[in-house]
């Protein structure tokens, strides 16, 4: 599944990486004090599954993932992760009428 994260502006990891004691596998200073200073914007990072290479869908904000089991987590539910979500959802689901980018394939594959 794919899911919003916000990334530390100051060593770009992802803002969940300075909580819970995750820092301790890091060198970076700001997730081992547990100060991230995260981009206000979501950053997107997708999942494809295999072996189609399909795009899986996003988490929606405030979902629990991973419920039961020691890597709970619960994904961000701030405005601009539902306006990030919003907006894949249109484009990944194709909402009614629009126009659908174009898709090619190629299927000349050398056989070696
Ligand atoms: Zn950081
Ligand atoms: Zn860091
Ligand atoms: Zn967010």
Redesign the pocket.
């Known amino acids: 599944m794919s899911v919003l994260v916000h990334g ?1 502006r ?2 770009g ?1 992802q803002q969940a990486w ?1 909580e819970s004691g995750n820092g301790g596998y890091t060198p ?1 200073r ?2 081992r004090a547990g100060t ?2 995260p981009d206000p914007a979501p950053t997107l990072l997708p999942t494809w599954s295999s072996p189609d290479g399909i795009r899986e869908r996003l988490w929606e904000p405030g979902s629990r993932r991973n419920a039961g089991t020691m890597h709970a987590t619960t994904t961000c539910g701030c405005d601009a992760c539902h306006a990030a979500f919003r907006a894949e959802r249109v484009a990944t689901d194709g909402a009614s009428g629009g126009a659908a980018p174009s898709s090619q394939s190629g299927q000349a594959r050398a056989a070696g």
């Open positions: 530390c100051r060593c990891h300075h970076c700001c997730c991230s200073d």
